[in-house]
């Protein structure tokens, strides 16, 4: 049985005033609104630049705003837990 799967990871990802935009290795590009992102939405420009790919691709972090988001969520569509948790007030 071959058990091997494609492995998601980032290679850049980008931040416009309305989405995160995340460039993967295998070639796709996925767009998630950015409100689905808190720290990202209220941060400044520069701070939103100001990132580091972790894991080998399997994440993004920004140091300064305290935001560590996964390739896997990304890639999936996933909402931050920050604004699923104020979704649901």
Known sequence: ???S???IRILSVAVTKS???ARFSDGREVRNPLKWYPRL???GVKDRKTYQ???EGYGVHWAKLD???SAKGIAEGIP???YRALARN
Do not use: P, Y
């Open 1 to 3: 049985m071959n058990t």
């Open 5 to 7: 799967k494609t492995e």
């Open 19 to 21: 989405q995160l935009v």
């Open 41 to 43: 939405l209220k941060a």
């Open 53 to 55: 790919i972790s894991g």
């Open 67 to 69: 935001e560590d988001l």
């Open 80 to 82: 931050s837990f920050e």
